[in-house]
């Protein structure tokens, strides 16, 4: 009798631990669905999973202020970390390590340059992940360049006379106003002032500009400085963008994360504090915002003898050093 009766106990406890199983499962499925209907963006792997991290780096943390890190985190599970390049050849011993950073954040004519040493991901899914995302204008680079922000940069003449020039941290740059003065025969105009370097860290924040004789700005910061007048100096057209580390192990993820980023929300809360226009369409597009930061923008602009970098020259730096004072660059 005993023996009989074993089989039925065990097929009770079997029927009894499923239905406990599925009553959990049940359970749970249900919190789900609660916390979805508590909280839309309401995520399991928010909760169960560790994040990814990306290492972002950038000339710039301006254009990372910690709110917008913070959605982007919790939006895509993902850890960043934002790291400030100090100079060139750092940028390049960062991009030579494995793995090195998964995404950089610089001007155009430093992709350009890191392009063609071999240092930059030129994987096709790069264009068309976020190469879309870009007016046509913009777009012809995508597949290592992500060109993000552009500006019209012209020497204006401010209300102070100190008889100095407030001039951007990019050697290249500052070299290519004084080519294109040198064939204009105004370099001993140039010259003669004191040139005062701001990092673009900085550059957003420093009084150097205000003070100055003449500055170098976008021309939205322009356009909110009516008491401004421009130069005769030439003008120069600058572009801020994003490029991926060659040996970075997490491109799909560095996708995920800046196709967060250049979302048109969150953009247009950018717009507010960076006085460069967009390469979105969807900014493009929007009828909210304000016509100097969308990409048609530039067909209404007026250049005076244009300045384009096409490339970041390696002693740049040093040449730069030899004509203004020493390590201003």
Same mark, same amino acid.
């Given at each position: 009798?005993?023996?009989?009766?074993?089989?039925?106990?065990?097929?009770?406890?079997?029927?009894?631990?499923?239905?406990?199983?599925?009553?959990?499962?049940?359970?749970?499925?249900?919190? @789900?669905?609660?916390?979805?209907? +508590?909280?839309?963006?309401?995520?399991?792997?928010?909760?169960?999973?560790?994040?990814?991290? @990306?290492?972002?780096?950038?000339?710039?943390?301006?254009?990372?202020?910690?709110?917008?890190?913070?959605?982007?985190?919790?939006?895509?599970?993902?850890?960043?970390?934002?790291?400030?390049?100090?100079?060139?050849?750092?940028?390049?011993?960062? +991009?030579?390590?494995?793995?090195?950073?998964?995404?950089?954040?610089?001007?155009?004519?430093?992709?350009?340059?890191? =392009?063609?040493?071999?240092?930059?991901?030129?994987?096709?899914?790069?264009?068309?992940?976020?190469?879309?995302?870009?007016?046509?204008?913009?777009?012809?680079?995508?597949?290592?360049?992500?060109?993000?922000?552009?500006?019209?940069?012209?020497?204006?003449?401010?209300?102070?006379?100190?008889?100095?020039? /407030?001039? +951007?941290?990019?050697?290249?740059?500052?070299?290519?106003?004084?080519?294109?003065?040198?064939?204009?025969?105004?370099?001993? =105009?140039?010259?003669?002032?004191?040139?005062?370097?701001?990092?673009?860290?900085?550059?957003?924040?420093?009084?150097?500009?205000?003070?100055?004789? @003449?500055?170098?700005?976008?021309?939205?910061?322009?356009?909110?400085?009516?008491?401004?007048?421009?130069?005769?100096?030439?003008?120069?057209?600058?572009?801020?963008?994003?490029?991926?580390?060659?040996?970075?192990?997490?491109?799909?993820?560095?996708?995920?994360?800046?196709?967060?980023?250049?979302?048109?929300?969150?953009?247009?809360?950018?717009?507010?504090?960076?006085?460069?226009?967009?390469?979105?369409?969807?900014?493009?597009?929007?009828?909210? /915002?304000?016509?100097?930061?969308?990409?048609?923008?530039?067909?209404?602009?007026?250049?005076?003898?244009?300045?384009?970098?096409?490339?970041?020259?390696?002693?740049?730096?040093?040449?730069?050093?030899?004509?203004?004072?020493?390590?201003?660059?």
């Amino acid at each position: 009798m005993k023996a009989s009766k074993l089989p039925e106990k065990l097929n009770l406890k079997k029927i009894l631990t499923e239905a406990s199983l599925w009553l959990l499962f049940l359970f749970v499925c249900g919190l @789900i669905g609660y916390g979805q209907g +508590l909280k839309p963006h309401f995520k399991v792997s928010d909760y169960v999973v560790s994040p990814n991290e @990306i290492h972002i780096l950038t000339i710039s943390d301006h254009f990372f202020p910690p709110e917008v890190i913070q959605e982007i985190e919790h939006s895509t599970h993902t850890k960043i970390i934002i790291s400030t390049i100090q100079s060139w050849d750092q940028l390049k011993i960062k +991009l030579i390590e494995t793995p090195s950073p998964e995404i950089v954040f610089i001007p155009s004519h430093w992709a350009q340059t890191l =392009n063609k040493e071999g240092l930059l991901n030129t994987d096709p899914t790069i264009k068309t992940n976020l190469g879309e995302m870009l007016v046509s204008d913009f777009s012809v680079d995508s597949q290592f360049f992500i060109a993000t922000y552009w500006a019209k940069l012209s020497l204006m003449t401010t209300t102070e006379k100190d008889k100095s020039i /407030a001039f +951007l941290n990019d050697a290249d740059l500052f070299l290519g106003y004084l080519d294109a003065l040198k064939k204009d025969k105004q370099d001993t =105009n140039f010259i003669k002032h004191t040139i005062k370097i701001s990092n673009m860290d900085l550059w957003f924040k420093d009084t150097n500009i205000d003070s100055a004789e @003449i500055g170098l700005s976008t021309h939205i910061l322009s356009l909110k400085k009516p008491n401004w007048k421009k130069t005769s100096y030439p003008d120069s057209f600058y572009t801020l963008g994003f490029s991926f580390g060659k040996n970075s192990r997490n491109l799909k993820q560095s996708l995920e994360v800046l196709e967060y980023y250049m979302s048109l929300d969150i953009q247009m809360h950018l717009q507010d504090s960076i006085p460069f226009a967009s390469t979105l369409a969807a900014i493009n597009e929007n009828p909210a /915002a304000p016509n100097e930061i969308k990409s048609s923008f530039l067909r209404t602009l007026d250049f005076n003898k244009m300045i384009i970098l096409k490339s970041k020259a390696s002693d740049a730096n040093s040449k730069a050093n030899q004509i203004t004072a020493p390590d201003s660059f």
